[in-house]
């Protein structure tokens, strides 16, 4: 024997509802349609015949009325409602099972009052439309045409409460990683957290209270919001959200990192300077901004410009080594500091100057050996055999090579003709010409050039000749 039944809470007032359930059992009962939805049985309205269990009523023989229902229980408790289930009982009663009884009794009352006016044949049934802070016994029996049965009554009390659900705190994704933020800079964290009824949230900085003078926070429904108007380093470490409901407790946890640029290095020295180059040592910076180092800018200028060039960046050594620098320039060198707020404010300079100087040039010259030119005569081009006609003037052509400058002297057939007019002699560079003017027949014959100097002598010869012109 299964079922469902869904009924109202009975108002205040059982003495009416006890008075008519009293009349007796061996009335017969009024069928009440059900009107309810698919699945669930509306509880009946009682009829002034119904049988109810009751302190004046003589009790039948125990033969005829059925025993208690066993494994009376309570399935579910909402803010509204109560759901009790039940088992038959063992022993039904001669005159049959006409169906079961709940009766309530409230928190501070003394008397019990029937929820449903009628035996319904379920044996489960879901008391509604109960009011906050309701407190309860519930009690069942089993009724047949002889009567009611013994009651089971529950063991504790039936409280109706909001139904608690259990706080959770949702983190952001942005969150979830250190929240880095910059001095003077806003910090407004919205964190989502869920609970039933609204749970008490707080906060707490490096496990202390939050200082209510720098930091407001706001909790409203479903979140709580940390704001920070201005962020200071003091700030940095570790907020802490608790939600807290009924004893229970969910907690999130954010980093805050508050950052700033970083101070320049302490010092900055010139170790050396060789060549074109020039070496440099720092220290590093005593305040690195609340945040690790980036690296090191390192930046160069000349004395004759004064303008500052960058050399290296995010370099992260502390010495170095700045080469192809001009040579005859003297040189200034600083450096700055870098972390994820930027470069520091100011840098470390160099308070020597770099000079690149000149290197020394030593002239170390050589033993002169001069070169002795001196060359006996020596023709390059000889005379060659030439044929001319009479009365016109004809040349002859050599050249020589020799050092010192050497001695020309023209021969006709081994003759010197130094000094006639008929011939002139010519020496330039080298290049000797003998001028003939106006031969005749007679000036046919073995012509020789002769070169001497104190090394030796060279003579060329040729054949010049001179012939008539035909006559008729």
Known sequence: MTGKVTSEAPADGPEENASELAKGPTEPLEEVAASGSPGEEQAPVASPQAPVPTATKPAPPSEDVPSAPLLLTVEDVSDSSVTVSWEPPERLGRLGLQGYVLELRREGASEWVPVNARPVMVTQQTLRNLALGDKFCLRLAAVSPAGAGPPAVLDQPVHIRETIEGPKIRVPRHLRQTYIRQVGQTVNLQIPFQGNPKPQASWTHNGHAVDSQRVSVRTGQQDSIL???????????????????????????????????????????????????????????????????????????????????????????????????????????????????????????????????????????????????????????????????????????????????????????????????????????????????????????????????????????CRLEVKASATH
């Open 227 to 461: 704001f920070i108007r201005s962020a200071q380093r003091s700030d940095s470490g570790c907020y802490e959200l608790t939600v807290r409901l009924e004893g229970l407790e969910a907690k999130a946890a954010v980093n805050i990192l508050v950052t700033e640029k970083p101070g320049p290095p302490s010092s900055i020295k010139l170790l050396d300077v060789w060549g074109c180059n020039a070496a440099l040592q720092w220290t590093p910076p005593q305040d690195t901004g609340n945040t690790e180092l980036l690296g090191y800018t390192v930046q160069k200028a000349d004395s004759k410009t004064g303008q500052w060039f960058t050399v290296l960046e995010r370099y992260h050594p502390t010495t170095c080594t700045v080469s192809d620098l001009v040579v005859g320039n003297s040189y200034s060198f600083r450096v700055f500091s870098e972390n994820l707020c930027g470069l520091s404010a100011s840098a470390a300079v160099t308070k020597e100057l770099a000079h690149i100087q000149k290197a020394e040039i030593i002239a170390k010259p050589k033993g002169f050996v001069e070169r002795d030119f001196s060359e006996a005569p020596s023709f390059t081009q000889p005379l060659a055999d030439h044929t001319s006609t009479p009365g016109y003037s004809t040349q002859l052509f050599c050249s020589v090579r020799a050092s010192p400058k050497p001695k020309i002297v023209w021969m006709k057939n081994k003759v010197d003709i130094k000094g006639d007019p008929k011939y002139r002699a010519l020496s330039e560079h080298g290049v000797c010409i003998l001028e003939i003017r106006k031969p005749s027949p007679f000036d046919s014959g073995i012509y020789t050039c002769q070169a001497t100097n104190v090394l030796g002598e060279a003579s060329v010869d």
